[in-house]
C-alpha cells in the first residue's frame, strides 16, 4: 500500500468545515484513498473512499486531485462528535481476499466551540 | 441489531485465566477481522475469516490465542493463559467481501485488562 501523509493535528470551529489533507504522492492507478476515523474509546468508524471522482455521501465529501496525488476529506459542518483521529490509507482494495488495515498516526482534529 | 456487536465491553482477569471475547458482525458480512489496539497504538491485525475459507491466522501473536467462527456469523476470540501484554482493546470487523473496495464495518471493542 502507498504511503501516505498527514498533518498531525488540526482545531476547527463548531459549525465550519473541516478540511483534512493527505499526501499519497505515490499512489498507484488501482489504489483507492480510504479515510477512516477513530472516535475516543470507540472502535474505527469507515467515512468515504474514492479512486478518482470526487465522492460525497452523509458524512463527508472527498476532494482527490487531477494527477491523484492528493486529497482532501471535508466536514462540511464540524459539530464537536466529529473531534477525532483521522486516517487517510490508500490501497487496491479489491473487496476480495484478506484487506486487513494499517493505519498510520492520522490528524488528530478538534472541534472547537 | 444494524451494527457489529462485541462482548463484553470490559473484561478485567488475572494473569494465567483463559478468557473468551465475542462478536456478532452485521448479517451477511461474509468476511470478519480481529484486531487489537494498544493505548495511543495503531491496529494490530491477528485474524481474518472469509466464508467457509481457511482463515488467515498470520498475525495471532503465539498459540495462546485462537479464534472460530461457527456457521460464518458469530466469532469467539480465545486468550489461554493470559498474560499483562495481552492488555489491549480487542476489535473486530466485518465487510460484505465484493469488488469496488473494501470498507469494514468496526464493532465497539472489548477493553481486556489482564492484572
Known amino acids: 500500500d502507498a504511503k501516505t501523509t498527514q498533518p498531525t493535528s488540526m482545531d476547527c470551529a463548531e459549525g465550519r468545515a473541516a478540511n483534512l489533507p493527505c499526501n499519497h504522492s505515490?499512489?498507484?492507478?488501482?489504489?483507492?484513498v480510504y479515510w477512516y476515523r477513530q472516535i475516543h474509546s470507540q472502535g474505527p468508524q469507515y467515512i468515504i473512499h474514492g479512486l478518482k471522482n470526487n465522492e460525497t455521501n452523509e458524512m463527508a465529501s472527498l476532494i482527490i486531485t487531477e494527477d491523484r496525488k492528493s486529497s482532501t476529506l471535508i466536514l462540511p459542518h464540524a459539530t464537536l462528535r466529529d473531534t477525532a483521529v483521522y486516517y487517510c490509507?490508500?490501497?487496491?482494495?479489491?473487496?476480495?481476499?484478506?484487506?486487513?488495515?494499517?493505519f498510520g498516526t492520522g490528524t488528530r482534529l478538534t472541534i472547537i466551540p | 441489531g444494524a451494527g457489529v456487536s462485541q462482548s463484553p465491553s470490559n473484561k478485567v482477569t488475572e494473569k494465567g485465566k483463559d478468557v473468551e471475547l465475542r462478536c456478532d458482525p452485521i448479517?451477511?458480512?461474509?468476511?470478519l477481522y480481529w484486531y487489537r489496539q494498544s493505548l495511543g497504538q495503531g491496529l494490530e491485525f491477528l485474524i481474518y475469516?472469509?466464508?467457509?475459507?481457511?482463515?488467515?491466522k498470520s498475525g495471532l501473536p503465539s498459540d495462546r490465542f485462537s479464534a472460530e467462527r461457527t456457521g460464518g456469523s458469530v466469532s469467539t476470540l480465545t486468550i489461554q493463559r493470559t498474560q499483562q501484554e495481552d492488555s489491549a482493546v480487542y476489535l473486530c470487523?466485518?465487510?460484505?467481501?465484493?469488488?469496488?473496495?473494501?470498507?469494514?464495518?468496526f464493532g465497539p471493542g472489548t477493553r481486556l485488562t489482564v492484572l
Open positions: 490509507i490508500v490501497r487496491v482494495g479489491s473487496g476480495f481476499g484478506n484487506e486487513k488495515l494499517t
Open positions: 448479517s451477511g458480512h461474509t468476511a
Open positions: 470487523a466485518g465487510d460484505r467481501d465484493s469488488s469496488g473496495g473494501n470498507t469494514q464495518y
Open positions: 475469516f472469509q466464508g467457509n475459507s481457511a482463515p488467515d
Open positions: 505515490t499512489i498507484s492507478g488501482n489504489e483507492y
